[in-house]
Each structure stands twice: as C-alpha cells, then as structure tokens.
Nanobody, 123 residues
C-alpha cells in the first residue's frame, strides 16, 4: 500500500507560477508510472503530465497534455518524490491537482492517488 501527499497548491494571478510536490510513502515494488492529474468543477479528471518508467533501465519518458505543453514540467527526485512546475498559469488551469502512481505489485497493477491540492488562477 502506498500513501501519496501533495503540496504546493495555492492561488496565483494569470501568468504566475506554482510548484507542486508529491511525496510517496509505503512499500514500493515496481513503479510503472508517476504523474499528475487535475479535475475542475463539473469536469472529468484529466491527465496533465506523466513519467513512464522502463523496467530494468533508467530510461523514462515524460508526456504532457496538449493544453500544458511548454508551460508545465514534470520531474522526480526519486521513486518517493516528484514535482510539477507550472509556469504561465492560465485561469483554465484552475483545478484540484492529484498525484498518481501506478505500481506493479507482484503482477497486480494498482493505482494510488493523493488527496489533491487546489490550484486557483484568477485576477
């Protein structure tokens, strides 16, 4: 079982920046993906940025939603901490942001989620 905790949300004006962090605790087996989703009121949860890890190698691939490409950057310090740097924020980026880890636990794929952190972009 993993426990994920996000931090770094808040309120900013359009054009501003925020850096979200996610800390992972618990027993880690094989992590397949680490990333961020967001959900705005009345909308479905959407994938924002994801790091896909290649088994047995150090190779990773980062992918982004079209709406955030060039403005957001995902990174990780380790399997236990990752970040989302958000620049040039727009009002449409307002949402609750969730970190997500997909883990292969002895052949069973499981998704783990944090409780979310609110990001509000407004004048």
């Amino acid at each position: 079982q993993l426990h994920l905790v996000e931090s770094g949300g808040g309120s900013v004006q359009p054009g501003g920046s925020l850096r979200l962090s996610c800390e992972v605790s618990g027993n880690i087996y094989t992590i397949l993906k680490m990333g961020w989703y967001r959900q705005a009121p009345g909308k479905q949860r959407e994938e924002v940025a994801m790091i896909t890890l290649s088994r047995g190698t150090v190779y990773t691939e980062s992918t982004y939603a079209e709406s955030v490409k060039g403005r957001f950057a995902i990174s990780r310090d380790s399997q236990r901490k990752m970040h989302l740097q958000m620049n040039s924020l727009k009002p449409e980026d307002t949402a609750k942001y969730y970190c997500n880890v997909r883990m292969d636990r002895l052949g069973v794929y499981q998704d783990y989620w944090g409780q979310g952190t609110q990001v509000t972009v407004s004048t």
